[in-house]
């Protein structure tokens, strides 16, 4: 235990979380008298795995998909869809989002894109910037639990699940994190006066806006039908997703420039430069663990005090909850995915049921202060700060986290669906 206090004390210090990582092993190797040569076979087996390939490709089909055109094409769909309800533009934002999350995964690229198109427009309706940020944000979170989805590729590899069994799981979650938003985004609405369009979409404007999204709604199908169909494993669909990018923001749509998918390579380059090094550096610390024998320690200190599988659940949640509001989804996982495993184990808790619970805690955390990313990027798109943004952010968060209690003890949320397809 005091080995892992050295770690939080490292990261607490303003490190990097790789860094935090490589410098508490490499400490813990030195008064172990173990060979240095350790720290480099270890990093390099721990990014080994071809599931991993998915990473690269999945950020990069977001980031294409971001810039050419589909977002919108969404977003405009959406608007026909529910633009005429009570806050009108907040529930756009929200399904928005979740149809995003089907074809990106990212919650950081559904952020950036909705808010980059809804943010302005929902403050000029009479919205607070406040309230714009803070429902953009939350809606943002959607991404990683909606298939495709890069932690839950993360949690597959370190646990050994099925990656398309987590894949499936994450589909009904994700549909019900977009209708408890939706549900809270009309109560604050009714009473706020936040209204929806005056008219309701005809049926010639509902056919434009699908006639106009059609190809983009169809990357879901085609990820999804295709894993469950057999056709081709979840990394390979990740290939599928870039190239179909490529097809409709070059082909179809001829908004894609050289420049843009220039500029996509780049960042997707960088974001992978920066998970694969927490992978590299966090796969050395679970192996160091693994040899100390430290889960197990910490297994049977919290059996001391947690006698049942619905207390193992809570008391990961809670720690899960606050560790996402300070350390980033990746390094979250690989750190306290290995620590629980034993506890998982004891009580016989379904790991893909876990994976998808932890996904959400997770991602709850990246919309939450003082380190959520989602929260910067819609800061900084409304021209509000995290203080402003607290009060309507809170309203936001709690429909998050009676959702995080349901999948928390209702399994089969998650579970239906994957068994029901016989996966």
């Known amino acids: 235990m005091l080995w892992i206090a050295a770690l939080f004390g490292i990261f607490l210090l303003g490190i990097p979380i790789s860094f935090s990582l490589g410098i508490t092993t490499l400490i813990g190797l030195a008064g172990a008298g173990l060979p240095m040569e350790v720290l480099v076979q270890r990093m390099f087996t721990g990014v080994d795995n071809f599931a991993f390939v998915a990473i690269p490709l999945f950020i990069l089909a977001g980031n294409l998909m971001a810039v050419g055109g589909i977002s919108k094409r969404i977003t405009d769909f959406s608007e026909a869809l529910v633009g005429h309800w009570p806050g009108g533009l907040g529930m756009v934002a929200i399904v928005a989002s979740m149809i995003f999350a089907a074809v990106t995964g990212s919650a950081i690229a559904a952020t950036a894109a909705i808010g980059a198109l809804l943010i302005s427009e929902m403050i000029s309706k009479g919205y607070s910037k406040a309230y714009a940020a803070s429902l953009v944000a939350t809606a943002g979170s959607i991404g990683p639990i909606i298939p495709p989805s890069i932690p839950l590729v993360v949690y597959g590899v370190i646990v050994g699940s099925s990656i398309a069994k987590l894949f499936m799981g994450g589909i009904i979650p994700g549909i019900l994190m977009g209708v408890f938003l939706m549900i809270a985004n009309w109560m604050i609405s009714k009473r706020r006066g936040y209204v929806g369009r005056e008219t309701k979409s005809s049926s ?220």
């Open 204 to 423: 010639a404007e509902l056919r434009k806006g699908l006639k106009d999204a059609i190809l983009a709604l169809l990357m879901p199908v085609i990820i999804i039908g295709g894993i469950v169909g057999g056709i081709f494993t979840p990394t390979e669909s990740a290939s599928i997703a870039v190239a179909y990018s490529l097809f409709l923001g070059t082909i179809v749509y001829r908004e894609l420039s050289w420049k843009d998918i220039t500029k996509a390579f780049i960042e997707a380059a960088i974001t992978t430069g920066i998970i694969l090094t927490v992978l590299m550096t966090a796969s050395l610390f679970i192996w160091f663990m693994t040899v100390k024998m430290i889960p197990q320690s910490i297994t049977q200190s919290l059996l001391q005090v947690v006698t049942s599988k619905w207390g193992a659940l809570m008391v990961m949640n809670i720690i899960l909850l606050i560790a996402g509001t300070f350390i980033d989804t990746t390094s979250a996982l690989t750190i306290f995915v290995p620590l629980f495993l034993p506890l998982v184990k004891t009580f016989g808790i379904d790991l893909i049921h876990f994976g998808v619970m932890v996904a959400v805690n997770l991602t709850i955390g990246m919309c939450t202060p003082p380190l959520g990313v989602c929260l910067f990027v819609s800061c900084e798109i409304a021209g509000t700060t995290l203080r402003e943004m607290f009060r309507d952010l809170v309203f936001m968060l709690v429909p998050l986290l009676i959702l995080l209690l349901l999948i928390t003890y209702v399994p089969g949320v998650v579970t239906w669906l994957p068994n029901f397809l016989g996966l």
